[in-house]
């Protein structure tokens, strides 16, 4: 048998190696979001604190739109955060209490804070579907045009604004 | 024993089905459309799960989107609109059954490629074993005639 085809095994196991090892640190529930580039869905929503009814044109970019509600156990952790960002940073906020009992969510409120100009009350979680929300919290960085630049799923802490959601909202305020 | 038997072999059949018709709690009047919302949350992926179908799935992301499939099988959408309402949202990520594109490419054409290679190395192996063996035949032949060469050398001498 030809000598120099005992170096394919060695060969294949080097790039099933660089492949697996690409593959290291990726985080498989961690999906692409689809609405990157496109508009914020149309929607009609109540508010949480009053019954005002609201549409994706009241949303004014360049915002973040933060995901949470009640009975997700890391919106209590991110939530400190958030009320520094809206204080200290001036980022308008948006909030999208999704499906969550409306007692539940004032009591959120009412005991953590209020760092969002706006909370919608997403009771039956369809706007969350329509910007394919899988999990609380998630956060949507969107532009002055009100476009969804970006899609950040888990927790807004110091290190995930300065190295991530910041430089997006810089690069939509160069435009 | 042999009574008992036999009941057990009627509840092995019949349990599995009351489990499912007490799961399914989606009515339909047609059962074609039945037939389509099974098949296709059967065929659909929990977004919030890492490898559970809608139909096997619990959560709350699950049953909302069996309730969107309900309405809109009920509603008389095709299968082809619920999938692209779907994809709009979560992307190729719902669907088991993943379009055929670059990114794709490995998944869908990689085993083929492995056959071929793999198909390759057989042939190689085979013919050069077919070698072995004719090498072998031949050797043999060569060491027989040289027996033979030699008893016929020993009687000649013998004979001298």
């Not at chain 1, 790039?15 to 009609?44: M, N």
């Not at chain 2, 909302?64 to 309405?71: R, V």
Request: net charge negative; glycine share 6%.
């Amino acid at each position: 048998m030809n000598k120099q085809l005992l170096w394919l095994p060695f060969a294949a196991f080097i790039i099933l190696g660089l492949i697996l090892y690409s593959g290291i640190g990726k985080d498989p529930t961690k999906l692409d979001s689809r609405l990157i580039g496109k508009a914020i869905p149309a929607f009609s929503k109540s508010l949480l604190l009053s019954d005002q009814t609201i549409t994706e044109k009241d949303i004014k970019g360049p915002a973040l739109i933060n995901v949470f509600a009640s009975w997700c156990p890391a919106c209590y952790s991110e939530h400190p955060y958030l009320m520094e960002l809206s204080a200290k940073e001036k980022v308008v906020i948006y909030g999208l209490n999704y499906k969550d009992d409306k007692q539940d969510a004032l009591k959120f409120i009412d005991r953590l804070g209020n760092p969002y100009n706006m909370i919608i009350f997403d009771n039956n979680g369809r706007l969350g579907i329509d910007l394919g929300v899988y999990g609380a919290p998630e956060t949507f960085v969107v532009d002055k045009s009100n476009t969804i630049v970006y899609r950040h799923v888990g927790e807004v802490n110091e290190r995930v604004w300065t190295n991530i959601i910041l430089p997006k909202m810089l690069g939509t305020e160069g435009q | 024993m042999k009574k008992l038997l036999v009941t057990f072999f009627i509840l092995l059949v019949i349990l599995p089905q009351t489990a499912f018709s007490v799961i399914s709690v989606y009515q339909f009047d047609d059962p074609a459309k039945e037939a389509r919302f099974n098949q296709l949350v059967n065929e659909l992926r929990c977004p919030k799960c890492q490898n559970n179908n809608l139909a096997d799935s619990n959560s709350e992301l699950s049953i909302d989107l069996k309730d969107i499939i309900y309405e809109k099988v009920q509603a008389g959408e095709s299968d082809e609109q619920i999938l692209v309402y779907l994809k709009d949202r979560y992307g190729d990520f719902i669907s088991y059954n993943p379009p055929v594109k670059p990114s794709t490419w490995l998944l869908w054409y990689g085993p083929f490629v492995f056959l071929l290679i793999g198909g390759f190395f057989l042939y190689r192996f085979q013919s050069s074993h077919r070698q072995d063996t004719q090498d072998q035949q031949n050797d043999e032949q060569q060491a027989n005639s040289m027996l033979e060469q030699w008893a016929k050398e020993a009687k000649d001498q013998e004979t001298k």
